[in-house]
């Protein structure tokens, strides 16, 4: 499976080490060194809402003043193309295709458990 995401973020450490503490082995993908492009975005929004793949509670999300754009989906997922920070972290592609975005420890146990 991959991992998409940043190191310094907090939900993305703790994703990383529940696999690192389960014994799960995963690719990581920095998104600051090595953005993801629209195709990539595209294929995540086939599988997940945009509102779960947009970030409105991160820090780019403030800085830009996004919320002022008042954005329809066609305009975040424009956002998410440019600016991939903007992208709700992590998210992770298992292998059999299906995309989770996001930490959340109980369904993790679920799948991983």
Known sequence: MKVYGIKTCGSVRKALKFFNDQGIEYEFHDLKKEPVGC??????????D???????????Y????????NLDDEGKKEWLCKE???IKRPVIELDNGDVIVGFDEKRYKEIWG
């Not at 195709?39 to 997940?48: M, N, P, Y």
């Not at 945009?50 to 780019?60: A, E, H, M, V, W």
């Not at 403030?62 to 754009?69: T, V």
Request: net charge positive; glycine share 4%; charged share 45%.
């Open 62 to 69: 403030r800085q830009l003043k996004l919320k002022e754009l």
């Open 39 to 48: 195709e990539k975005i595209e294929e995540w929004l086939k599988k997940v």
């Open 50 to 60: 945009i509102d779960t793949l947009f970030n409105k509670k991160g820090t780019k």
């Open 84 to 86: 991939n920070l903007l």
